[in-house]
């Protein structure tokens, strides 16, 4: 069965650094998310993606973030100077078109702000 | 935007007993509601969803219902048994964005007991 992969797993960092997450999304999905969940807290949509730009981005979501899709299969989230209230569970989700509901979702990528 | 509460945030069971989750929302207009299911380490899993036009929805030991005039929907698990043992998390999100930005609940840790 087809499945989101992110990597890493687990990444530390000092606060400041910049950090790049992973994601393959499934390979015939057309629509492209990140989401994070804190610790305790609920998930929270951060970005949706589709046709090569952000079809949608929550207040979380600030110049600090960004997304790319640099080649036919990897989706990234860039943060470009990490605080530590940037620690969270990151997780990311494809779907295949807007209308059926269904996210799949990766596994997740956890970052420790340090 | 969406709020979405979620309750209770934990839930013991015993073993072939009925669990109920509930969820309330805050936008009129969402009109799709799905349920995941997070085990422990793993990722959010799809387990039922319902839309709009319907009040509710069964698939074997699992149902959703749906009030739209109160902007309520639960979760039914009958039968319960210990591998249901996980964190569950309602959402509720318009498709009329053109993505599935979700709305997650806080979740409900279910244990259930043999």
């Known amino acids: 069965e087809p499945e989101v992969t992110q990597t890493p797993s687990h990444q530390v960092t000092q606060m400041g650094q910049e950090v790049i997450l992973r994601c393959v999304p499934i390979?015939?999905?057309?629509?492209f998310y990140w989401y994070r969940q804190i610790l305790g807290q609920k998930v929270e949509f951060l970005v949706s993606?589709?046709?090569?730009?952000?079809?949608?981005k929550s207040e979380i979501f600030d110049d600090q973030f960004s997304v790319e899709r640099p080649d036919g299969s990897n989706f990234t989230l860039k943060i470009r100077s990490t605080k530590l209230e940037d620690s969270a569970m990151y997780f990311c989700?494809?779907?295949?078109?807007?209308?059926?509901?269904?996210?799949?979702f990766g596994e997740g990528s956890r970052l420790t702000v340090l | 935007g969406e709020n979405v509460e979620q309750h209770p945030s934990t839930l013991s069971v015993q073993e072939g007993d009925s669990a109920v989750i509930k969820c309330t929302y805050s936008?009129?207009?969402?009109?799709?509601f799905p349920w995941y299911k997070q085990e422990l380490g793993k990722r959010p899993q799809l387990i039922i969803d319902?839309?709009?036009?319907?009040g509710e929805k069964k698939d074997q030991r699992i149902a959703v219902t749906l009030n739209k005039t109160a902007k309520h929907f639960s979760l039914h698990i009958t039968e319960t048994q210990p591998e249901d043992s996980a964190v569950y998390f309602c959402?509720?999100?318009?498709?009329?964005?053109?993505?599935?930005?979700?709305?997650f609940g806080t979740g409900t840790r279910l244990t259930v007991i043999p």
């Open positions: 390979s015939n999905h057309l629509y």
């Open positions: 989700a494809s779907s295949e078109n807007s209308n059926t509901g269904e996210l799949f």
């Open positions: 959402a509720a999100t318009t498709d009329q964005t053109g993505a599935n930005n979700l709305f």
């Open positions: 319902i839309r709009s036009n319907v």
């Open positions: 993606f589709y046709n090569n730009e952000i079809s949608e």
């Open positions: 936008d009129s207009a969402s009109n799709y």
